[in-house]
């Protein structure tokens, strides 16, 4: 996997939209013959969808970080919609993103391995967008969604004979480097935009990628406040300070495009969304179903049209791409699960989401060997409503690791107190009990840090119903792989059923 900075070698293309032909099966039929506006809609805004990399929630100042400095986002956060529960649809880079572009959770695109593109037949938010007269584009670090960035032989053969590498032919401008570049090529982006013409461009960060380097800066160790859910080491808290150093990084990065907006005459006319794809590559983040892994940052501005405030509404990693697509006049073609929440940015009436649901997939390009890790391969699934989660482990023998950050000295720091016994049994139980419980449940109201399982508690037996019988619609909708979380005819579906 390539993710930091100058690994990528520049590469702008522009495309044009087409139809496809894989084999005898029409490709993104769903938008054939779709007509082009020729002028902007005044009610259409120009959209700027702003990625980092592993960003967790709370980890801004405006979100109550107040041991690292963040002014530029903290002060575009203050000037629109904060949200506080925001959840990726996948703890990892690539179904996350999937899900961010298509409207649908991984599972339902069949993008659970890292290399295999995004499947022609599936449609995304530029596409849609471009349908309404949207000039479109992508930059900065890979997007995840086109394949492996350097693919072996045998992986770079399949590309080309079945030609499923397509984002070329999804967007009018692709230019895959680097966050030391988006500013440069946001100007790019801008200078080749249509006059008269809304437009959407995707830009994705480097940072606070693991690994994270050492010329990002970091802050205060003794400052930081360590999450409950993570023992307080020094080497916990030396690894968080590289990690925040790298999001004060992103948030210069940030302040740079902002000024480019405004500089450009767009400032009031274009909506801008910062978001975080997935959790932190900490134990109980990156590649785990837990609140780490999942809550995000996300805020959205729009001068004028979204009035500044906090939401603690529930919002998927799904319903990026429906926003993006109804905020610019489109509808989310079939088979696409998330649900817009541009009405709610602006005021109008809007029906919140009852659950998040998420998946964790296979992770990364290796084989699987006898020493792979659940950091490599690990599959479970989650539902969440504002105060429970449930989790699904269906490979719940595989070793606990975490992904990217084994080898520093946070994780090396736990298994030496662990091999010790001087770790806290809360956190003994939650990284190295093996195996670990096929359901997990979780009052987060009581337990934010999700370390008190309390699944088959008796007394929470219909809340655990309640939610795996959700957790089993969303799986069948979906077409997902795994074993069922709950027997046909069982209580669940006999409570279900009942309250229907």
């Not at 990528?8 to 082009?36: E, F, H, N």
């Not at 990693?317 to 009405?343: I, R, V």
């Given at each position: 996997?390539?993710?930091?900075?100058?690994?990528?070698?520049?590469?702008?293309?522009?495309?044009?939209?087409?139809?496809?032909?894989?084999?005898?099966?029409?490709?993104?039929?769903?938008?054939?013959?779709?007509?082009?506006?020729?002028?902007?809609?005044?009610?259409?805004?120009?959209?700027?969808?702003?990625?980092?990399?592993?960003?967790?929630?709370?980890?801004?100042?405006?979100?109550?970080?107040?041991?690292?400095?963040?002014?530029?986002?903290?002060?575009?956060?203050?000037?629109?919609?904060v949200f506080e529960r925001a959840f990726t649809a996948a703890p990892q880079c690539v179904p996350s993103r999937t899900a961010l572009m298509t409207g649908r959770s991984p599972?339902?695109?069949?993008?659970?391995?890292?290399?295999?593109?995004?499947?022609?037949?599936?449609?995304?938010?530029?596409?849609?967008?471009?349908?309404?007269?949207?000039?479109?584009?992508?930059?900065?670090?890979?997007?995840?969604?086109?394949?492996?960035?350097?693919?072996?032989?045998?992986?770079?053969?399949?590309?080309?004979?079945?030609?499923?590498?397509?984002?070329?032919?999804?967007?009018?401008?692709?230019?895959?480097?680097?966050?030391?570049?988006?500013?440069?090529?946001?100007?790019?982006?801008?200078?080749?935009?249509?006059?008269?013409?809304?437009?959407?461009?995707?830009?994705?960060?480097?940072?606070?990628?693991?690994?994270?380097?050492?010329?990002?800066?970091?802050?205060?160790?003794?400052?930081?406040?360590?999450?409950?859910?993570?023992?307080?080491?020094p080497g916990v808290r030396e690894d968080l300070a590289h990690y925040c150093g790298e999001i004060e990084r992103a948030d210069r990065t940030f302040g740079e495009l902002m000024?480019?907006?405004?500089?450009?005459?767009?400032?009031?006319?274009?909506?801008?969304?910062?978001?975080?794809?997935?959790?932190?590559?900490?134990?109980?983040?990156?590649?785990?179903?837990?609140?780490?892994?999942?809550?995000?940052?996300?805020?959205?501005?729009?001068?004028?049209?979204?009035?500044?405030?906090?939401?603690?509404?529930?919002?998927?990693?799904?319903?990026?791409?429906?926003?993006?697509?109804?905020?610019?006049?489109?509808?989310?073609?079939?088979?696409?699960?998330?649900?817009?929440?541009?009405?709610?940015?602006?005021?109008?009436?809007?029906?919140?989401?009852?659950?998040?649901?998420?998946?964790?997939?296979?992770?990364?390009?290796?084989?699987?060997?006898?020493?792979?890790?659940?950091?490599?391969?690990?599959?479970?699934?989650?539902?969440?409503?504002?105060?429970?989660?449930?989790i699904y482990n269906v490979t719940p023998s595989m070793e606990y690791a975490p992904v990217d950050s084994a080898q520093d000295p946070s994780w090396q720091q736990m298994v030496?107190?662990?091999?010790?016994?001087?770790?806290?049994?809360?956190?003994?139980?939650?990284?190295?009990?093996?195996?670990?419980?096929?359901?997990?449940?979780?009052?987060?109201?009581?337990?934010?840090?999700?370390?008190?399982?309390?699944?088959?508690?008796?007394?929470?037996?219909?809340?655990?119903?309640?939610?795996?019988?959700?957790?089993?619609?969303?799986?069948?909708?979906?077409?997902?792989?795994?074993?069922?979380?709950?027997?046909?005819?069982?209580?669940?579906?006999?409570?279900?059923?009942?309250?229907?």
């Amino acid at each position: 996997m390539v993710h930091k900075r100058g690994e990528l070698k520049a590469v702008p293309i522009c495309g044009t939209i087409g139809i496809m032909q894989i084999g005898r099966r029409t490709a993104l039929s769903a938008l054939a013959g779709a007509p082009l506006a020729l002028a902007q809609n005044s009610n259409q805004p120009n959209i700027l969808f702003v990625l980092s990399d592993d960003h967790s929630y709370p980890y801004l100042g405006l979100y109550g970080a107040d041991w690292m400095s963040t002014p530029n986002l903290d002060s575009f956060g203050r000037e629109g919609l904060v949200f506080e529960r925001a959840f990726t649809a996948a703890p990892q880079c690539v179904p996350s993103r999937t899900a961010l572009m298509t409207g649908r959770s991984p599972v339902a695109a069949r993008m659970g391995r890292f290399s295999s593109p995004l499947p022609a037949d599936i449609p995304t938010a530029p596409e849609v967008l471009r349908t309404k007269g949207y000039f479109t584009g992508v930059c900065g670090r890979y997007f995840h969604l086109d394949g492996v960035v350097n693919p072996s032989p045998t992986t770079a053969l399949a590309y080309e004979k079945h030609q499923m590498k397509t984002w070329k032919k999804r967007v009018d401008f692709l230019n895959v480097s680097n966050q030391v570049q988006t500013p440069t090529l946001f100007t790019e982006f801008l200078g080749k935009a249509p006059k008269g013409k809304p437009w959407f461009f995707w830009i994705n960060f480097n940072d606070p990628h693991h690994p994270w380097e050492s010329d990002a800066g970091k802050v205060d160790p003794a400052k930081i406040k360590v999450p409950a859910h993570l023992p307080d080491l020094p080497g916990v808290r030396e690894d968080l300070a590289h990690y925040c150093g790298e999001i004060e990084r992103a948030d210069r990065t940030f302040g740079e495009l902002m000024s480019i907006l405004k500089k450009a005459g767009h400032e009031a006319d274009t909506l801008v969304i910062f978001m975080g794809d997935n959790g932190m590559a900490f134990p109980h983040g990156k590649g785990s179903l837990y609140d780490p892994g999942l809550n995000v940052p996300l805020m959205a501005r729009w001068p004028g049209k979204i009035k500044p405030g906090v939401t603690k509404t529930l919002v998927s990693g799904e319903d990026l791409a429906a926003t993006f697509m109804d905020a610019g006049g489109g509808k989310p073609p079939t088979g696409a699960t998330g649900q817009s929440f541009f009405p709610l940015l602006t005021g109008r009436t809007y029906q919140p989401r009852e659950y998040i649901f998420a998946a964790r997939l296979h992770h990364g390009n290796a084989a699987f060997t006898p020493q792979t890790k659940a950091s490599t391969f690990d599959l479970s699934r989650c539902v969440r409503n504002k105060r429970y989660k449930l989790i699904y482990n269906v490979t719940p023998s595989m070793e606990y690791a975490p992904v990217d950050s084994a080898q520093d000295p946070s994780w090396q720091q736990m298994v030496a107190a662990h091999r010790a016994g001087k770790l806290k049994p809360e956190h003994d139980r939650a990284y190295f009990g093996q195996p670990r419980p096929v359901l997990e449940l979780y009052d987060l109201d009581a337990d934010p840090a999700e370390l008190n399982n309390l699944a088959g508690r008796t007394e929470l037996n219909d809340v655990q119903q309640t939610l795996m019988a959700a957790m089993q619609e969303k799986m069948i909708v979906d077409s997902d792989f795994v074993p069922p979380v709950l027997t046909e005819g069982g209580p669940a579906a006999r409570q279900q059923k009942k309250g229907k």
